[in-house]
């Protein structure tokens, strides 16, 4: 190929140009599409950056190209695209030079950063997948961080529908989970994020904006408001009473107790999710900074005002009164916290844990009460509370209905958000700040006690009871690729459990085991559960480490992973044709030939 020394190649004569109607320039670069129209000579990729359909088989058209696979169209000066599912175009800078056409194989945009951050906010509104990916491919490569794609994402989320949506908490709970994966599983991970807030946000009337108070009540005064406003169901002004929080400047600890307060007036409120998701909004936060507080945080309050609690269901009320246990139970709690709090460190968790899945309602309750007085803070018994949970999972028998998994997954996500929301508040320093949000750790034990049939028998724990494991691969890198083929077929609940419970039992890094599980969600078209669950695990595990806890724990979240696996896989397709197309690969090779 004959190159000048200003770049330039050689694409050919203008003659050739008016004899073949196009020339394809090949060579190390990707190929370039040279086409004449209305007397003026353009070069572009020849590639559509939709899908990668070779253009030079398209047709023009008063000045606009038409790529003939998916139809979209191009204006052939610009390479601006006319459908915004697909994407501009880049083009070449053209010489013409004694009838000779030279083009210059520059690819790119003068703004990186900034194009990418256009077309991701063009694949939300648009609700555009393939245009997703490729501006979380693009911006990433641009320079542009992580945590900004998820700020960008989730702020979108925020604005363009009206309340907190699923796509919000799996963008979080993946947000949390990025720095346990792979470089080339981040993208991933961002473009499942932001897929799904786009797909919550599409069709939705977008958020009304309000406004907090003139006024600057005292905190205490605020959280009397707001779960006044909560009982009533007064969306309105329970969203101004945090908005009036942020206003006023209340740290993220006092806004904690805050909306858990006011959350756990209800028991167990909408099955555990409406907690679960006050928690994740605080979690996105965390991620993308606590300046945009009073965008995220009153996304959350029309749930919380309008949820139902378990105090309204037969099953919480009868045959034992379980609400009356977790009201009685609340008036002693905080008095037991305050005479224990001066005993020291406190490290009954495991113990606590296991008297939380027993039989007896009143028993369980009788045992955070005799916790809490030898000395366990409310986290540690939200700690102990998440185990118990993991526990329920690892061991849930597959007789049961598939669609019972929810329920043991409920209870777990739920624990763990109750365990982080009181860490939360406790980093306010507040001796009392955690007595009426500490009821959520009474929710979560009733709601646990009646899950307790789904253990009835209980699933064997792998490598434990006589289950050895020596049946299985040795080496690290044998058992993590033995676990992710048992993702690709189905029923291999257990098989999947005894293969985690391989690998840590051995002693292998758990960072190793965290990306296989990771990897085996990313690939798969997950359920809004599933992320939910590993990234409740993988937090849940950090408090643990490699002991059997941490150990029981993963085995939860690799047996639920593997009852929902494997999927179509059509998201991966995405963003494998993504970044191909970003690499400058060549989707359609056999037509370049």
């Not at 599912?85 to 030279?102: F, H, Q, S, T």
């Not at 105090?311 to 009201?327: G, H, I, K």
């Not at 965290?514 to 595990?541: K, N, P, S």
Request: charged content about 20%; proline content about 5%; aromatic content about 6%.
């Amino acid at each position: 190929m004959e190159r000048s020394a200003s770049g330039y190649v050689y694409a050919g004569t203008l003659a050739d140009l008016e004899a073949k109607g196009r020339l394809v320039v090949r060579g190390p670069h990707p190929p370039i599409l040279v086409m004449r129209d209305k007397g003026a000579v353009f070069a572009l990729d020849n590639r559509c950056p939709h899908m990668g359909f070779p253009l030079d088989r398209g047709s023009v058209e008063d000045g606009i190209l038409t790529c003939h696979w998916h139809h979209a169209r191009f204006d052939l000066a610009s390479g601006c695209t006319f459908d915004p599912w697909a994407d501009d175009v880049p083009i070449c800078p053209v010489e013409l030079r004694d009838g000779e056409i030279w083009v210059k194989p520059v690819f790119g945009h003068a703004d990186p950063a900034g194009h990418w951050r256009r077309r991701l906010d063009d694949g939300l509104a648009h609700n555009l997948g393939l245009v997703i990916a490729k501006a979380v491919i693009g911006a990433l490569a641009a320079g542009i961080a992580s945590r900004d794609v998820v700020r960008q994402a989730a702020l979108f989320g925020a604005r363009n529908r009206d309340g907190w949506g699923i796509g919000l908490t799996i963008l979080t709970a993946l947000g949390n989970l990025l720095p346990v994966l792979s470089d080339g599983e981040v993208a991933l991970a961002l473009f499942h994020g932001a897929r799904r807030v786009a797909a919550d946000c599409d069709g939705e009337a977008p958020r009304r904006e309000r406004a907090p108070l003139a006024s600057r009540p005292e905190p205490a005064v605020l959280r009397g408001w707001l779960r006044r406003w909560s009982t009533v169901r007064h969306r309105e002004a329970a969203e101004r009473t945090v908005l009036t929080a942020i206003a006023a400047g209340a740290p993220a600890a006092a806004l904690a107790e805050l909306l858990f307060t006011a959350e756990t007036d209800r028991v167990f409120a909408d099955g555990g999710h409406s907690l679960d998701f006050v928690n994740k909004a605080f979690e996105c936060l965390d991620l993308i900074g606590w300046e945009h507080a009073a965008a995220v945080l009153p996304t959350v309050v029309g749930q919380m005002v309008a949820a139902r609690g378990a105090e309204e269901e037969t099953a919480w009320r009868q045959p034992v009164d379980l609400v009356a246990l977790c009201r009685s139970a609340a008036a002693e709690l905080p008095g037991l916290l305050a005479a224990g709090a001066g005993r020291g460190a406190w490290s009954g968790h495991a113990a606590l844990a296991h008297a939380m899945l027993g039989d007896d309602a009143a028993a369980i309750m009788e045992a955070i009460g005799a916790a809490a007085r030898a000395g366990a803070s409310p986290e540690d018994l939200g700690r102990a509370l998440a185990y118990a949970a993991a526990l329920r999972v690892a061991r849930f028998g597959t007789a049961n209905e598939h669609a019972d998994w929810e329920t043991t997954h409920h209870v777990f996500t739920y624990a763990n958000a109750v365990h982080r929301a009181l860490a939360r508040i406790a980093t306010g320093g507040t001796p009392r700040a955690c007595d009426a949000a500490v009821r959520g750790v009474l929710h979560g034990a009733m709601a646990l006690y009646l899950a307790r049939y789904l253990n009835v028998p209980p699933a064997r724990l792998p490598g434990e009871d006589g289950d050895g494991l020596d049946d299985l691969p040795r080496e690290a890198g044998e058992i993590r690729t033995a676990l992710l083929d048992a993702f690709d077929r189905q029923r291999q609940v257990d098989a999947a459990g005894r293969l985690v419970a391989r690998h840590l039992t051995l002693g292998y890094p758990s960072e190793a085991l965290i990306g296989t599980l990771a990897q085996a969600l990313l690939r798969e078209d997950g359920g809004f559960h599933a992320y939910q669950m590993l990234e409740a695990g993988v937090r849940q595990f950090g408090e643990w480490g490699g002991g059997p806890e941490g150990r029981h724990i993963l085995i939860a979240v690799a047996r639920y992973l593997a009852a929902h696996a494997p999927t179509e896989r059509a998201a991966l397709q995405t963003a494998d044709i993504a970044r191909r197309l970003m690499r400058g690969g060549q989707v359609h090779e056999e037509a370049e030939t």
